[in-house]
């Protein structure tokens, strides 16, 4: 299963990013400004979190089986729509319903997992979906670039075709979907207010939002405002970009391997390493092999903290599982909307300000991350409810 599912991440998470090196081809083919091609990020992330909140009750509804299916096709059909847009305004509506359609793939195929997994091997698993979807950043990116000779719509053209071959594995290969369902649609979506009422969940999911948030911004500066000696350099653009991957590989394992951490320490330690990370690529300059080992840093520590995260958010709502799951994976992805217009207006003063922003952001991930486990302590120590005594007659 774990296989297509990361086929299934890389390619669908990654059209957040297959824009961002295609940036000035596609404000030269419109004669635009190349700020404004961010709103083809930000209209796709926005649309794939809002898809989220939809995805993972149809999920607990009907199973995650049928939603990847049926999310597979829309997603391939919608893909390829992007390729007819002759005009930002087009485009930026084809890649909202994009968003909206690959949104009912990626949560979807984690509840799957949770479900059928071999509950030792579960943590691996899930480490495995996040880095793939990190992977995702740095996949597509590369494969983006490596097709922009061929006209910035090849890679919409070659994903589409790469989602209908998955199709074909999970039709074939997936077991059906065994777990008792949701009895209505309006029954798995009233879960979505009810998780949202505990604190915990809410700055748990808070943390989450800071994690792609921060990735996009200093991966966004890169492009639209890096040192010169990178960002006019396309070789040195895609050695970066291909340069994280290393890190994407080894963070599940390095997550199986701290079982003697907690996960709240797992999480805050990752994301300190991430800071530093994206702190140190805004204060290297120019230096490539530097700057390659921030982005190493940065990406390193977000594929650790990330299934961390995950974990804990899995083991605070097991009652609803796959709405948990979409509301995690929607608070990434409102990160990841954001993070283009931040980068945007962070790059006002240089790249160093845009990547020492998106640390910023990563310490408040740290800060709430600290504050759920804080609330978590105080309802475990609180004295039980005093019972008042009934008087004898």
């Known amino acids: 299963m774990l296989p297509i599912f990361v086929g299934t991440s890389v390619v669908g998470v990654g059209q957040t990013y297959t824009v961002i090196p295609l940036m000035p081809a596609i404000a030269r083919d419109w004669g635009i400004a190349l700020s404004a091609t961010t709103w083809l990020a930000t209209g796709f992330s ?25 999310g597979l096709l829309g997603a391939a059909f919608s893909t390829l729509l992007v390729t007819f847009a002759q005009s930002l305004p087009a485009a930026v509506a084809f890649r909202c319903l994009q968003g909206v359609t690959v949104a009912a793939i990626g949560p979807t195929a984690t509840a799957y997992l949770a479900e059928h997994a071999d509950p030792r091997r579960r943590p691996v698993a899930l480490g495995a979906m996040s880095s793939s979807g990190l992977a995702a950043a740095v996949v597509m990116q590369v494969a983006a670039q490596a097709l922009a000779p061929a006209g910035w719509r090849a890679i919409f053209v070659a994903s589409s075709a790469v989602m209908l071959l998955l199709f074909a594995a999970v039709l074939i ?3 059906a979907d065994t777990a008792e369902r949701a009895n209505t649609m309006t029954t798995a979506l009233l879960s979505v ?15 989450t939002s800071t994690l792609l948030g921060s990735l996009v911004i200093v991966y966004t500066a890169i492009e639209i405002a890096g040192p010169p000696a990178v960002a006019d350099n396309p070789t040195a653009l895609l050695v970066l970009r291909a340069s994280s991957l290393p890190a994407v590989v080894v ?7 701290a079982t003697r951490l907690s996960p709240r320490t797992k999480a805050v330690l990752a994301l300190l390493v991430a800071t530093l990370g994206a702190a140190a690529a805004g204060l290297v300059g120019g230096n490539v092999i530097l700057l390659g080992l921030a982005l190493l840093l940065l990406v390193g520590g977000i594929a650790v903290a990330a299934p961390t995260i995950l974990e804990l958010i899995h083991a605070a709502a097991p009652d609803a599982i796959g709405t948990a799951i979409a509301l995690y994976s929607a608070a990434l992805f409102v990160g990841t909307s954001l993070g283009p217009q931040i980068a945007g207006l962070a790059t006002a003063g240089g790249f160093a300000a845009a990547a020492l922003t998106g640390a910023a952001l ?28 009934t008087p004898k007659r």
């Open 46 to 70: 926005l649309s794939f979190a809002i898809g989220f909140l939809f995805a993972g009750p149809a999920a607990d509804r009907y199973g995650p089986r049928k939603v990847i299916l049926v």
């Open 173 to 175: 290969r997936l077991r």
């Open 193 to 207: 207010p009810r998780l949202l009422a505990r604190p915990r969940l809410l700055a748990l999911y808070a943390a």
């Open 251 to 257: 963070a599940p394992f390095l997550t199986g391997m």
């Open 362 to 389: 990563l310490v408040v991930g740290v800060l709430t991350i600290c504050a759920a486990a804080g609330r978590r302590r105080a309802v475990r120590d609180a004295p039980p409810p005093s019972r008042a005594k």
